[in-house]
């Protein structure tokens, strides 16, 4: 797929979810796609969409107005009429979706803001907790409601680690956090953070003390990637026991760890690059060596040949996806295999499961 395939697809999810009104068009204002709820509040079916263009929404001197902002700007936060809208007008934020150096598209989305919003907003605002995570300046904080698909809370780090201000990932939520990502990271990332939310939803409390954990390129405000570490977990649920809040963060992983060599601070750690697994590899040659064919077969003996052959690929750093192409099986069935292993290793997660595999004795 093409990088902007790749977006579009990751943010499948993040239409979905957000009560954000949110679309895409070329650089020329031609539509790409729209979520279900632009498409409520303009009256706009899937066929119209598809003959739309961004002058039909905002009006012919808006929309070059918007366009020649964007011209000179990388994004744009103001209020517009939209003709379609009984309202005077509507807050928009628009900014442009770069991708390997190419302006693929312009993103538009009109925040949708309830009172139950602001009042968390200001709830957490105001929370000490959530003050002192504000004042970190070694990483960058969020809050979110997963089912509104809403930033509640955006720290200062953003600014300080990215150079982007905190309010453009509040506002534009998913779609612009999305556009910061390495096209060859984004569709890794969202896949990795699927599975990991069904885990969290199917096996509720259960399955709390597993965080969300990968690591990918984000791009800064200088258009450089940084290698980037993020981490959630769930702080409330509903009453259907699904996921509700998130909160996470996202830091920068020191050169050290990126490089070969640094067996002291890679010690018993196990790190997912760009979502694949990496342990050090003398670290893993010195435990090989303790192992013993006997002892192994007594660790390992409950899992089947299949539930076998797929730990091993997991071990190898491949993904789900990578495993169901090597073995021509679904990723369904890779899926239910891979919780087996976990379940019959009482492993709580990926790291985990590998510490057991090398330390096994």
Excluded at 25 to 46: L, M, R, W
Excluded at 198 to 220: A, C, E, P
Excluded at 250 to 260: M, T
Aim: with cysteine; glycine share 6%.
């Amino acid at each position: 797929m093409t990088p902007l395939q790749d977006y579009i697809y990751s943010l499948q999810a993040v239409l979905k979810t957000s009560v954000d009104r949110i679309f895409l068009s070329t650089p020329a204002g031609k539509f790409i796609c729209a979520n279900e709820s632009f498409c409520k509040y303009v009256s706009y079916s899937d066929t119209d969409i598809k003959k739309k263009s961004v002058e039909d929404v905002f009006g012919k001197t808006n929309w070059k107005l918007i366009k020649k902002e964007l011209a000179s700007n990388f994004s744009l936060e103001q209020s517009v009429k939209i003709l379609k809208s009984k309202e005077k007008s509507s807050k928009i934020f628009a900014f442009n979706l770069i991708l390997e150096g190419v302006h693929e598209a312009i993103v538009f989305v009109l925040p949708v803001i309830s009172k139950e919003d602001l009042a968390l907003m200001k709830k957490y605002r105001n929370d000490n907790f959530v003050k002192a995570l504000n004042s970190r300046t070694d990483s960058a904080w969020f809050l979110a409601d997963v089912f509104r698909g809403k930033y509640l809370f955006t720290s200062d780090g953003y600014f300080r680690l990215f150079g982007w201000p905190g309010e453009y990932f509040k506002t534009g939520g998913g779609a612009f956090f999305l556009s910061l990502i390495h096209p060859a990271d984004v569709k890794v990332l969202m896949d990795h953070y699927g599975e990991w939310l069904i885990m969290k939803n199917k096996l509720g409390l259960l399955y709390d003390s597993v965080s969300f954990t990968h690591t990918l390129r984000m791009k800064n405000s200088n258009g450089e990637y940084m290698a980037i570490e993020t981490e959630a977990n769930v702080v409330q649920r509903n009453s259907a026991n699904e996921t509700l809040l998130l909160m996470g963060s996202y830091a920068q992983i020191p050169e050290s760890l990126l490089s070969k060599g640094s067996e002291a601070e890679t010690f018993g750690n196990i790190r997912l690059i760009d979502g694949k697994s990496y342990i050090d590899i003398d670290h893993v040659r010195d435990l090989g060596l303790k192992l013993t064919s006997s002892t192994s077969e007594n660790k390992f003996k409950n899992l089947s040949s299949r539930e076998s052959e797929i730990l091993k690929l997991i071990i190898d750093g491949h993904s789900s996806e990578e495993i169901c192409e090597k073995l021509f099986i679904s990723i369904h069935t890779v899926n239910m295999h891979r919780k087996q292993v976990l379940k019959k290793l009482r492993a709580k997660n990926l790291a985990e499961l590998i510490r057991i595999y090398y330390t096994a004795s």
